[in-house]
């Protein structure tokens, strides 16, 4: 596909997504019945994956995890450890961290389409009952923003918390990499929204316990590294919920949005 194939795919793969679950929130059995069709004619999730493939190619822009890979690299330097990674909607085995010795990488996705990727939703995947079962870095690499409605994509970043390793008996006082969730975002999402800019989303960010360690602009993707402390005070200067709230006036605007309660 070229790339004007791909952008189009992917585009029209969200927005159909929205509609879905705006009709489905109206009651609108008969309209998502129809969009539902739609997808599926379009090639449905599968269709959107290996478009979404093809834009990670080198000339395309290259695999977003070579940029927290360029992060931690010099953390990683002086270290012999081997840090967890969950990888949510992984599209590949041989992206860059998986490539690294430094991580052990569990990958997941609502459609893996090869050996190596669980096909596992994150919302839905089990919580942690000991350490062993968390991770020390969660990559959500444009995967908020295919969740269809605003409080999910909130309760998808609420969640991470509590599968980052936060337990002092592991030594990971003495570690070099913090708990950390990288995410990446459409740049729109966080500079063209009427709903969102980064004074919002860092405020979100900071009320469930994550500091800003990490930022990159492209002219396509923000990217972020949010280290994550369970003892952050988190009531500091915050807003009790984020609702639905204009930020960011204007016609041309997108309304991206997180919402979280």
Not at 50 to 66: F, I, M, N, V
Not at 146 to 173: H, I, W
């Amino acid at each position: 596909m070229t790339a004007k194939v791909t952008r189009t795919l992917i585009r029209s793969h969200h927005q159909l997504h929205k509609s879905l679950a705006d009709a489905e929130r109206s009651g609108n059995h008969g309209q998502a019945t129809l969009l539902r069709d739609q997808i599926e004619r379009q090639g449905g999730l599968e269709a959107y994956q290996q478009a979404s493939l093809q834009g990670q190619a080198l000339d395309r822009g290259g695999d977003t995890s070579k940029v927290l890979l360029e992060w931690l690299q010099p953390d990683l330097e002086n270290t012999t450890e081997t840090y967890r990674m969950l990888e949510v909607g992984a599209l590949s085995t041989s992206n860059a961290c998986s490539r690294s010795k430094a991580f052990a990488v569990t990958r997941i996705d609502l459609h893996s389409q090869t050996k190596g990727i669980e096909e596992q939703d994150f919302m839905k995947r089990p919580l942690p009952l000991s350490s062993a079962d968390t991770f020390d870095i969660i990559s959500l690499s444009l995967v908020v923003n295919y969740v269809p409605n605003a409080s999910g994509r909130g309760q998808m970043l609420k969640r991470t918390c509590q599968f980052l390793n936060q337990n002092d008996d592991t030594g990971r006082e003495l570690r070099q990499v913090k708990p950390s969730l990288f995410l990446v975002l459409p740049a729109p999402c966080v500079t063209n929204s009427r709903y969102l800019n980064e004074d919002r989303l860092t405020m979100i960010m900071e009320s469930l316990g994550y500091i800003r360690a990490q930022r990159k602009l492209s002219s396509k993707l923000v990217y972020y590294l949010w280290t994550y402390e369970s003892t952050h005070d988190k009531s500091k200067n915050q807003p009790s919920d984020f609702a639905k709230k204009e930020v960011n006036p204007g016609k041309a605007r997108n309304n991206f949005c997180i919402v979280l309660d």
